[in-house]
């Protein structure tokens, strides 16, 4: 089972949930950018949630199935279409041989699609995941984005793969994308680096998203951040949502590609949850920062996972018709 790469769009790249327990080494864990949008997708599908997608950044994508197979576009909508005909996203689909699919413009929030496939994407492990981390080359196909004329192969996808054909997720389960949803944060580990002052701004002021985006962190720009030391330290551990403030005092979300180590103070860390609804924002876009506790943090993860788990009754549902 395998699919032919016509148009590539502007950056798409094969993901699954990431490589864990390779940060003492230096190597990123390269999750996906939207970690919520890819487990829906495979859980409707029958797969495992950590099967390797296509993570979609914007549109332009034509792909040539070679085989028959199910798939299901989740995430920012691209105004999917099947041989010409559009087609719902959050949908999963039947597909055949010579089936041509392609990702169109944006349409409503977001700009980060998953397009996940019966079996996963089979490309080889690298460190135990399949993601692709494309400043070392390593992982997802050839360490790279994909280009025209790659032919990208399939998992072997589990019995009764055919029966998910039409299932579809519930609004209400979708991650949400509402604009004026603050970003989630809680204090980070040199939060006593800044000034009262600097720490209501961080909290209460407005910040636009930049051009200087990408999977390794988001550049916010607004009011300075004031602070009280040197924005410099001894580099010490990131982890994905870190919030680093360099001397220009705006903030800097690291995000699924960002570095192991640095050395600016961080005053605060994203939740996993807003870190997802981040990289769905575009150049130009406004967001806001709300303080919560780690045990509200988790609780945004535990209500996704209540939800994943309704998914997953409905397709066992589904499947049984």
């Known amino acids: ?53 296509l993570e979609v950044a914007l549109p332009g994508l034509e792909i040539v199935m070679l085989s028959e197979g199910c798939l299901i576009l989740t995430g920012a909508n691209l105004n999917m279409r099947i041989d010409g005909a559009p087609v719902d996203a959050w949908t999963v689909h039947r597909v055949c041989a010579g089936s041509r699919v392609s990702a169109g413009a944006l349409s409503g929030d977001g700009c980060r699609s998953y397009l996940c496939f019966s079996g996963g994407i089979d490309v080889p492990l690298v460190m135990g995941s399949r993601s692709t981390y494309t400043k070392a080359r390593i992982g997802g196909y050839q360490g790279r984005a994909l280009k025209p004329g790659d032919i990208v192969h399939l998992c072997e996808p589990r019995p009764l793969w055919r029966r998910a054909a039409g299932l579809s997720c519930p609004p209400d389960l979708r991650p949400t994308r509402h604009r004026g949803e603050p970003l989630y944060a809680m204090d980070g580990p040199q939060a006593d680096a800044f000034t009262e002052e600097g720490i209501r701004t961080f909290y209460g002021a407005p910040f636009t998203v930049t051009n200087e985006i990408d999977r390794m962190g988001y550049r916010l720009d607004g009011s300075e951040i004031e602070r009280r030391k040197s924005p410099d330290i001894i580099s010490d551990g990131i982890v994905h949502g870190s919030v680093q403030v360099p001397g220009q005092g705006r903030p800097i979300v690291m995000m699924s590609d960002c570095q192991t180590t640095g050395g600016y103070t961080k005053i605060a860390v994203v939740s996993a949850w807003s870190a997802a609804q981040l990289a769905q924002r575009l150049p130009g876009e406004t967001v806001r920062f709300e303080r919560v506790t780690e045990k509200e943090a988790a609780g945004y993860l535990q209500r996704f996972d209540r939800d994943l788990e309704t998914i997953d009754q409905m397709r066992a549902t589904h499947r049984s018709r």
């Open 1 to 53: 089972m395998s699919f032919l790469v016509g148009k590539p769009g502007l950056f798409t790249i094969v993901q699954d949930l990431g490589r864990w327990g390779h940060q003492f080494r230096g190597i990123p864990v390269s999750e996906p950018m939207d970690q919520f949008s890819l487990r829906i997708g495979n859980v409707l599908l029958g797969n495992d949630q950590n099967d390797a997608a």
